[in-house]
T-cell receptor
Framework: GNSVTQMEGPVTLSEEAFLTINCTYTATGYPSLFWYVQYPGEGLQLLLKATKADDKGSNKGFEATYRKETTSFHLEKGSVQVSDSAVYFCALKRAAGNKLTFGGGTRVLVKP | EAGVTQFPSHSVIEKGQTVTLRCDPISGHDNLYWYRRVMGKEIKFLLHFVKESKQDESGMPNNRFLAERTGGTYSTLKVQPAELEDSGVYFC????????????????FGNGTRLTVT
């Protein structure tokens, strides 16, 4: 079956530091890949996505590249802010499906 | 436009009791999804409604869980009787059309209901 594995948190870093959250997946076919973010007290929000190999999703300074050869979709940001403190979820959707398979989430805490 | 609203935001009940969670989707959204995150693990799909019909309930864990969407508007998820392992955050999401991952009919999530079973 489909599955998503992401690094466990919490990840604590200082403002302006570089952030990487690893995500790997197992799926048949060619899934779409997503990063969702949950800020404190809020619901899940789509951060970025990629629908095919070598696509790069980007938003709010975050980037992730769909790497089919390594079945990965690592999230990166070059300079984090305190406002980036949140829980980040990697997810996939099968090509023919309409439901998401999520990873376990990674809590990120950015300190000033 | 109001977003997806979930009630209550937090519920604490004892093992064996009954709890009903409610989700109000965005007005006009025919598709409604329930997900849950148990014990800080991955978020898992529970079921999908199209209007009042259950399109896919493959993720429902057992018969202690009952989801309804009478009239195709709001939905309820009842847990009866609740067990300790049911503790977690229950998310609801809605989309106007069947969500396919594209931008034409995005998926909107609510803030979730945190359920604690003691």
């Amino acid at each position: 079956g489909n599955s998503v594995t992401q690094m466990e948190g919490p990840v604590t870093l200082s403002e302006e530091a570089f952030l990487t959250i690893n995500c790997t997946y197992t799926a048949t076919g060619y899934p779409s890949l997503f990063w969702y973010v949950q800020y404190p007290g809020e619901g899940l929000q789509l951060l970025l996505k990629a629908t095919k190999a070598d696509d790069k999703g980007s938003n709010k300074g975050f980037e992730a590249t769909y790497r089919k050869e390594t079945t990965s979709f690592h999230l990166e940001k070059g300079s984090v802010q305190v406002s980036d403190s949140a829980v980040y979820f990697c997810a996939l959707k099968r090509a023919a499906g309409n439901k998401l398979t999520f990873g376990g989430g990674t809590r990120v805490l950015v300190k000033p | 436009e109001a977003g997806v609203t979930q009630f209550p935001s937090h519920s604490v009940i004892e093992k064996g009791q009954t709890v009903t969670l409610r989700c109000d989707p965005i007005s006009g959204h025919d598709n409604l999804y329930w997900y849950r995150r148990v014990m800080g693990k991955e978020i898992k799909f529970l079921l999908h409604f199209v209007k009042e019909s259950k399109q896919d309930e493959s993720g429902m864990p057992n018969n202690r869980f009952l989801a309804e969407r009478t009239g195709g508007t709001y939905s309820t998820l009842k847990v009866q009787p609740a067990e300790l392992e049911d503790s977690g955050v229950y998310f609801c999401a809605s989309s106007q059309k069947m969500w396919t991952g594209g931008i034409n009919s995005p998926l909107h999530f609510g803030n979730g209901t945190r359920l604690t079973v003691t």
